[in-house]
């Protein structure tokens, strides 16, 4: 009867130091992460995994055996920054698939990438007619880069000497139905302005509000919970 008792609270501990160490180890997403980050992930999870379920495991004794693996890898980490060799070797090299329009048969089969796998990705990157591809890279992370032809890209206003303005990062106003406070101070706006804008649109209560972001240009984008 007390072992039940006992797992939850050494479960969640595991899970805590878990996620503190992930924290601490990466800031990428799961598609970004290289053959070690996952390998370091699964290590991780296999020593948080034996404190839930396994009892006879000291809470103590599970305590260093994750800042140990943490601080390993971290290193290990921290080591490839400085040398290419060591990334090289840890997270892998990029692989050309496509060459000035010719593919690589060769370092296709090297990567075991069948020519079904490189037409979805290629599909992923809106590309859908091979035809058009000046390059494609097989990142280490597993992401197909893409070039195209310079005839098959799309125009730019630069191409058509068109000067544009500035764009900037918008700033989120309302988030969840609630104002976020420090994003009017950081534009110089207030309460007032906002409640004014609102009400242009018809709208009476913040919470009204599922999301509301302010773009450089001074445009109000606002999304309601009831759209």
């Known amino acids: 009867m007390l072992e039940p008792l006992i797992i939850v609270p050494r479960t969640v501990l595991a899970l805590i130091f878990l996620f503190i160490s992930t924290k601490i180890l990466t800031k990428r997403s799961l598609s970004k992460l290289t053959h070690f980050d996952y390998l370091?992930?699964?290590?991780?999870?296999?020593?948080?995994?034996?404190?839930a379920f396994?009892?006879?495991?000291r809470i103590i004794?599970?305590?260093i055996s994750m800042i140990v693996i943490t601080l390993i890898i971290y290193l290990v980490s921290y080591l490839s920054l400085k040398s290419?060799?060591?990334r090289k070797h840890l997270a892998g090299e990029p692989t050309i698939l496509i060459k000035n329009g010719k593919i690589l048969e060769n370092n296709m089969s090297k990567l075991k990438y069948s020519y079904d796998y490189l037409i979805q990705q290629l599909r992923e990157k809106k590309v859908f007619d091979i035809s058009h591809v000046e390059f494609?890279?097989?990142?280490?992370?597993g992401e197909l880069s893409v070039q195209l032809k310079s005839q098959n890209r799309p125009l730019t206003p630069r191409d058509l000497n068109i000067q544009t303005d500035y764009e900037g990062l918008a700033t989120e106003i309302i988030l969840d139905g609630k104002l976020i406070e420090n994003s009017l101070?950081?534009?110089?706006l207030t309460k007032h302005w906002l409640k004014d804008e609102l009400k242009k649109r018809g709208i009476k209560d913040i919470k009204e509000v599922a999301f509301a972001a302010l773009a450089t240009n001074g445009n109000l984008y606002i999304d309601l919970y009831r759209d």
């Open 54 to 57: 396994n009892l006879k495991i």
């Open 40 to 51: 370091a992930i699964a290590t991780l999870g296999t020593v948080a995994g034996n404190l």
């Open 84 to 86: 290419r060799l060591l």
């Open 136 to 141: 494609a890279i097989f990142e280490p992370n």
């Open 185 to 188: 101070k950081l534009n110089s």
């Open 61 to 63: 004794n599970f305590i």
